[in-house]
């Protein structure tokens, strides 16, 4: 995390260096089989969305755990979008992870990391049921996601479907 010092005469912050809190490590011996990869540095353990039905304007919530498998070697923004992956979404969440607290930059190998995301429902949602998409990118674009060795067309991860009702 940013290791900041506020000025006595009040003006901004002065960012003096960069402070690395010990992460969770993943137990050694302890493999648990990867959802996906995204690039070569940052697994996905987990991602499940809080519930599997809600109405317009509904928050619905996301928990991810990923591992790091090496260095991601610069910043990445989580997307969570709502329907079709070849369409624009209908919702988003896009966040960096752990809300910019914690950014991809300082990943170590073997960190297991815990996050949460939300995307709000748009009040004028029709009801029925539609596909949550969990990803990563940068300014360059998605990073790509393998599962199980295969690339995937969208570089998206689909964590379920949600039936929205009315």
């Given amino acids: 995390a940013p290791l900041q010092v506020r000025l006595v005469d009040g003006g901004e912050p002065l960012v003096v260096g960069v402070v690395k809190v010990a992460g969770e490590m993943a137990p050694a011996g302890a493999e648990v089989p990867l959802l996906g990869q995204f690039g070569e540095g940052i697994g996905l353990l987990r991602a499940e969305l809080a519930q599997a039905a809600a109405r317009p304007g509904a928050a619905v919530g996301v928990a991810v755990t990923w591992r790091v498998l090496a260095p991601a070697g610069g910043d990445y923004t989580t997307f969570v979008h709502l329907g079709d992956p070849t369409q624009p979404p209908l919702a988003t969440g896009d966040a960096p992870p752990l809300q910019g607290h914690y950014p991809t930059r300082y990943w170590a190998a073997g960190e297991v990391i815990e996050d949460s995301y939300e995307i709000v429902l748009p009040a004028d949602l029709a009801p029925g049921r539609y596909p949550v998409w969990l990803g990563l ?13 295969q690339r995937q067309g969208n570089d998206a991860y689909l964590v379920g479907w949600l039936v929205v009702g009315p």
């Fill in 137 to 149: 990118y940068n300014e360059s674009g998605r990073l790509p996601l393998t599962v199980d060795g």
